[in-house]
């Protein structure tokens, strides 16, 4: 069987394949494992929550940008207050891991000996390219624009995606040895005949880059416009010309792409749709930013005709909507031709839909019915045994990570067809049972805490440029953001094999998670995650999925580091809770050496004990006050473990003293306190 | 369940310190169960054996492992090498895991870190109290459920003596009088009369006082007997 390898796996990665994974993964179409990489940001370890990121999704720092993020549609704390900002974390940890990144890139051999041609760049196609290359194949993109990225290159303005970050994941993937031909337009350059020829398979990426027009009067006046034209003539500087009075038609994403883009150029830009303001299909979001931006939206017109004036546009004639959707919820449109209005404009962007542009594989072997590629869902094969197909030119309109989900079981599928396996039911499948919403009797005792606002650029300046106008997170603030993660799916699990039932668990658990009969079960829609009844297990049968308990034990000789015998400032090891001492805690004198926590729910007895066996002469442990702590009990629990900790260390004649636990004032002053000296 | 509590440390320390080599083994059942001697507290000795061994500038090589139970062989078995690769094993079983692991190794001594305490329940957590004494002859039917032999000081079979004190003993204010529970609980159950009647003097011949003890299921012993081996 030739499975193909995810390259980082990150703590846990089995056992969390074998359970139901966190809503947010669940929903991510990749499965990105994003409980995995928060946990990993709220210690400071940028560089794995990286991999973690990058280990599913080569576009992952376009996506940090433009992501639809349904990972926080599902996010549990969406019962409790506000989602997590798991895009804007993303884009905090691909910034800080980038010179890592970097250093990282290297070029991968053409080990399997076979060739692999891909049409089309977008996030399907840089996928395909992207696993092909890992397995070992030379893979080529053929690219039509001049530069890769699909429409994330040739149509998102900057503004929502700067070309920078789109940049770094094509570098990463180029670093390869992927080859692009750019500038390169199959079927008038290069015909789909010769590439079929020369490569062992073909992957058509082409995705959706043709825009619909509208069958209304007069609609080839000088000044109607389609949107993916438009967008790519700003997007790559070819001097467009837009009037004052910009008119967009369509109530979609790419239509709010299109006003702000005419925005930006300097126009008034309404927008006129069918739907109403609840039923359009662009993200909320995004509407709200559109109007901040001026945009004034014209819900449930339908456009009648263009009226034209010395054959230059002068206005739209629009028509009442009854309903957009049918009975049975299918988009068809019924008006009221006697409700009419005029709307005045000097330029119109038509923006409702796109669809694929075939003329590439005229002349081909490629069987095209309806406008449609003829592919098996199962293969991602086309009706041509080497030729593959994938992203939205077959799935319809949808999202990047959508498009990247599919370019990924494509990948697999060429994989499989050059290594002679290919058949139905091998491809990935990215759909799994997620935990159920947090029960209803416990959400009392998960504290609310406000997602930390993400700042944008003030409208009026946003909207004459077309700088990214999203602010990312500094550390401090996302450290915070990420403690608010309620760590779904990467909490408590017993082994049965050490338990003997006594009860500890679930005497210790704040939200009632462990069910104790034959042994305890801890059940995960109930579990915070907090690790409490870890270390308090007197059988060390709990583990946790998303964080190896006995890691800090395990490097603590490492981290406290090989002593001068004859030093003169003491060592100390610093257990830190990062939610509550922030950066601050990464910004410390040498001889404190900094243990990062999540909270001190985690820190042992044993911990403590590690720490001055390992050559530590004191210890400071910093926590949040009981009231902002974002667990139940853990004060609790620490000041018994506290209390056993100096208990212990009186028996080895070390003065109960040597450890002292902290507020954050302190820490500010960590240099001059006394007890670091 | 078996209830025990660690040695003080100095005493711990003062067993074992001329040991090169030292495995702590924890028992994970009962002396888990009142975090005396499991894993967990396994781990915790030996890294306190270590930052003693460091102040000492004593060389020791201290490991510390866990089993289920330290006092059945199945459980044992697969350990056995490591366990007889050293050169003092530190049970923290109760007194019959480390009884039972010295027999089964004879040739590394096996030292207690553990006192075994009694036969005890939890009545919540981190309390553990004695209700039963072992003493192989039960009349818990008698007296209310409520155990004259492991619960009063005397263990008198016939009320209380002169030293109980409004419910209390008169060893100490912090035990109760076990026979003042008994009378409160036949009142309850409605049957006060039966300890009018008199119970003769004990055979203790049951209890340890007629040497150590041994159960064998008869029809096993049966078995074996009539083949001339053990069962299989």
């Known amino acids: 069987m030739v499975i193909q390898e995810q390259t980082y796996r990150p703590y846990g990665y089995e056992i969390k394949e074998k359970r139901p994974f966190s809503p947010c993964r669940s929903a991510c179409p990749v499965n990105t494992d994003v409980q995995a990489y928060i946990a990993l940001i709220s210690t400071g370890r940028y560089n794995e929550a990286f991999e973690v990121i990058r280990s599913v999704n080569p576009i992952a720092s376009a996506c940090s940008y433009i992501c639809h993020h349904p990972c926080e549609q599902a996010c549990r704390r969406c019962s409790i207050d506000e989602p997590l900002a798991i895009r804007h974390l993303k884009r905090f940890a691909l910034e800080k891991a980038s010179g890592y990144r970097r250093s990282k890139r290297r070029i991968l051999k053409n080990t399997q000996g076979k060739n692999i041609a891909i049409i089309g760049s977008g996030p399907s196609g840089l996928t395909v390219a992207n696993d092909l290359a890992d397995l070992g194949y030379g893979v080529t993109i053929y690219e039509k624009h001049l530069a890769l990225g699909g429409m994330l290159a040739s149509a998102i303005p900057p503004y929502r995606l700067p070309r920078e970050a789109l940049q770094e994941d094509i570098d990463d993937i180029l670093s390869k040895g992927v080859k692009a031909i750019l500038n390169c337009q199959v079927g008038k350059d290069i015909s789909l005949n010769e590439i079929i020829q020369k490569n062992d398979a073909v992957v058509i990426a082409v995705g959706l880059s043709q825009s619909r027009s509208l069958n209304i009067p007069n609609i080839d006046s000088d000044g109607v416009l389609l949107a993916i034209p438009f967008l790519t003539s700003v997007v790559f500087n070819r001097g467009v010309k837009i009037g004052k009075n910009v008119l967009v038609i369509g109530g979609g994403n790419v239509a709010i792409d299109v006003a702000r883009t005419a925005r930006r150029l300097g126009s008034n830009v309404e927008m006129v749709c069918l739907e109403s303001a609840e039923e359009m299909p662009a993200w909320k979001w995004e509407i709200e930013e559109a109007m901040e931006e001026g945009i004034k939206i014209r819900n449930r017109w339908g456009p009648n005709a263009v009226i034209k004036e010395d054959e230059k546009v002068k206005e739209l004639e629009v028509i009442k909507v009854l309903s957009v959707f049918d009975k049975q919820g299918k988009f068809n449109p019924s008006f009221d031709k006697n409700v009419k209005d005029i709307i005045q404009a000097d330029t119109i962007i038509i923006t409702i839909g796109q669809m694929s542009d075939n003329s590439f594989a005229k002349d081909s072997p490629l069987k095209i019915e309806g406008g449609r590629f003829s592919w098996d869902p199962n293969t991602q094969m086309t009706n041509h045994p080497s030729v593959f197909i994938t992203g939205e030119v077959v799935t319809g309109p949808g999202s990047a990570i959508a498009a990247v989900a599919s370019g990924h079981k494509t990948a697999h599928a060429v994989h499989l067809f050059l290594q002679g396996q290919l058949k139905p039911g091998l491809l990935p499948n990215f759909e799994k049972e997620k935990i159920e919403q947090i029960p209803e009797e416990i959400k009392g005792k998960i504290k609310p805490q406000s997602r930390l606002k993400i700042l944008h650029l003030e409208p009026a300046i946003r909207c004459q440029t077309f700088d990214h106008f999203e602010r990312g997170y500094d550390e401090e603030s996302a450290l915070k953001e990420a403690g608010r993660c309620r760590g779904c799916g990467g909490g408590a699990i017993v082994d049965s094999s050490r338990c003997m039932a006594c009860l500890t668990c679930k005497r210790v658990c704040p939200y009632g998670a462990p069910i104790v009969k034959a042994y305890s079960e801890i059940r995960p829609e109930f579990c915070q995650a907090c690790g409490l009844c870890v270390s308090e297990c007197p059988a060390q049968a709990i583990s946790m999925v998303s964080y190896d308990v006995r890691e800090i034990r395990d490097n603590m000789p490492v981290t406290i580091g090989i002593l001068n015998p004859d030093r003169k400032i003491p060592v100390i090891a610093g257990f830190f809770c990062t939610h509550h001492v922030g950066v601050k805690g990464f910004q410390v004198p040498d001889n404190i050496r900094v243990i990062p926590l999540s909270c001190v729910s985690r820190l042992d007895v044993l911990d403590i004990l590690k720490a001055f066996q390992c050559g530590a002469d004191k210890v400071a442990i910093l926590k949040c006050p009981e009231d902002s702590c974002k667990y139940e009990s853990v004060n609790t629990r620490f000041s018994l473990r506290l209390s056993r900790a100096k208990k212990l260390l009186q028996m080895l004649s070390i003065q109960p003293e040597k450890i002292v636990v902290l507020s954050e004032l302190e820490v500010g002053e960590l240099g001059d306190n006394h007890f670091f000296k | ?232």
């Open chain 2, 1 to 232: 369940m078996i209830v025990g509590s660690q040695k003080p440390f100095d005493e711990i320390w003062e067993m074992i310190q001329s040991f090169k080599k030292i495995l702590v083994l924890g028992c994970n059942t009962c002396v888990a169960v009142c975090h005396a001697g499991g894993s967990k507290e396994a781990e915790i000795l030996s890294e306190m054996i270590k930052v003693k061994a460091k102040q000492m500038s004593h060389s020791i090589d201290v490991n510390s492992m866990s089993v289920m139970r330290q006092c059945e062989n199945e459980y044992l078995d697969e350990f056995m090498d490591n366990i007889k690769s050293t050169d003092l094993v530190l049970s923290m079983a109760c007194g019959v895991g480390v009884n039972f692991l010295s027999d089964k190794i004879n040739a590394v001594p096996v030292y207690p870190a553990l006192n075994t305490s009694f036969y005890g329940g939890v009545p919540k957590e981190g309390l553990f109290i004695e209700l039963c004494a072992g003493c192989g002859n039960c009349i818990l039917h008698l007296t209310g459920g409520i155990c004259p032999i492991a619960r009063c000081s005397k263990s008198l079979m016939n009320g209380p003596c002169g030293g109980t004190d409004k419910g209390k003993c008169e060893v100490s204010k912090d035990i109760d009088c076990a026979w003042f529970l008994i009378v409160e609980r036949m009142k309850l159950l409605g049957a006060l009369e039966k300890l009018y009647d008199v119970q003769p003097p004990r055979d203790w011949s049951t209890s340890f006082h007629g040497g150590p003890r041994k159960i064998s299921l008869e029809h096993i012993k049966a078995y074996e007997e009539q083949q001339g081996g053990q069962i299989r």
